[in-house]
């Protein structure tokens, strides 16, 4: 089959109908209404280090065949799979890192296709094109390299056959069993992690909260108000971290985003204590923001697993990702499990440097898990 391969300065300028076709049905973040709404509330493009580049491939009759949410990027910040040590190592030895090609949804460190393919397609007709894309980008821009983030296993087995560098990390996932509802989970872990996840909910049942589980059309503006207020909390409190969204992004786009979301948010009284934002599609919900104005003790817990996990029982959700780091929440029922990045570097001294430390730090991640695991 002939493809065209075009770069695009915005998602926006793609049909919606036509991106959406290539989503599968778990992943809310990367269609096209998400993507947009990114562009569209100012959180990336112009004065950011985000600037879309999406490539997408076109049959021989112009329909779309397959696409990458791809992005020069300025620096390596909201990525949440680091290479801070690559870039300052380039810089030293005299090779410009920046800018780069990222393929990823920005500040969402959730797995998830990063080469969007029609339906019955073949990805290994189609991934050459969408490289040719990128490998254009990274020239035209003069850039150090392209990465794509969070990629499916099979995508990053592809890549590594194809001359990119597949780097392992590790999240913390729950997975569904069957579970008939919470009771059934516990009784699934030992005694140990049982009493401290009652006790925990205890704590949360004797303060005088009310905590409301929103979800889609039952999301109100005032319960995207409470989040921007707990998002930009824990920025304040955390001044080296940069915020990437803004008020605009919650408030403004219920209609862009709300349908895909859920919100856990603890009121004492008429006051917005603290609360999650998650996402949820198909048979996996994903969790993403956290943040309080309140400290209460085990409310965490309860906004960002408990209720969720209640939520994917009654939902027969699959797995729930919880978001980057966080080993506590193998106390919790999640299970250490790898996640998968491809990285391919334009300088060859650079790209075998950097083998040498994914092969190191594939090892090391593998023991780690080895022991989560016991």
């Known amino acids: 089959m002939e493809y065209k391969v075009e770069i695009l300065p915005s998602i926006s300028g793609i049909n919606a109908s036509a991106w959406d076709a290539l989503v599968p049905s778990d992943q809310p973040f990367v269609e096209h209404s998400f993507l947009a709404w990114l562009e569209e509330s100012g959180c990336v493009g112009e004065g950011t280090a985000w600037w879309p580049r999406p490539v997408i491939v076109r049959g021989s009759s112009g329909e779309l065949v397959a696409a990458a949410p791809s992005y020069l990027k300025g620096d390596s910040q909201g990525e ?24 990823a949804v920005p500040f969402t460190p959730a797995t998830g296709p990063r080469v969007l393919l029609r339906p019955g397609s073949d990805l290994g007709q189609a991934l050459p094109a969408v490289l040719a894309g990128l490998r254009h980008l990274m020239e035209r821009a003069q850039g150090s390299g392209i990465h794509l983030l969070f990629c499916p296993e099979l995508q990053g087995r592809l890549l590594s056959d194809m001359g990119f560098l597949h780097r392992h990390s590790v999240q913390f996932h729950w997975m569904n069993e069957g579970y008939e509802d919470f009771e059934h989970f516990l009784a699934s872990l030992d005694r140990k992690r049982r009493k401290e996840i009652r006790r925990e909910r205890r ?10 589980l929103r979800q889609g059309s039952q999301i109100r503006t ?24 803004n008020r605009r992004w919650f408030v403004g786009g219920l209609d862009k985003i709300g349908q895909r979301a859920v919100t856990v948010i603890a009121w004492r009284g008429e006051r917005a204590v ?11 919900l994903y969790g993403r923001y956290w943040g309080a104005v309140e400290a209460v003790d085990a409310l965490h817990f309860e906004c960002c697993y408990y209720r969720l ?12 990702e919880a978001g980057a780091q966080g080993a506590h929440k193998l106390r919790r029922g999640f299970e250490p499990v790898l996640t998968h990045s491809a990285h391919l570097l334009a300088h060859p001294g650079l790209h075998d440097a950097v083998a ?7 090892d090391a991640i593998a023991r780690e898990l080895e022991g989560a695991r016991l």
Request: charged residues 25%.
């Open 80 to 103: 949440y799979i680091f290479d801070h040590a690559w870039a300052n190592g380039s810089m030293r030895a005299g090779i410009r890192y920046y800018p780069k090609v990222t393929v």
């Open 203 to 212: 704590k949360i049942q004797s303060e005088d909260l009310r905590i409301e």
């Open 222 to 245: 005032r319960d995207m108000d409470a989040m921007w207020s707990f998002y930009r909390a824990t920025h304040q409190e955390r001044p080296w971290q940069q915020r990437y969204l």
């Open 274 to 284: 603290g609360g999650s934002l998650s996402f949820l599609r198909g048979t996996k």
């Open 309 to 320: 996990i209640e939520l994917a029982i009654a939902e027969k959700v699959q797995v729930f």
């Open 356 to 362: 040498q430390f994914v092969v190191e730090e594939r």
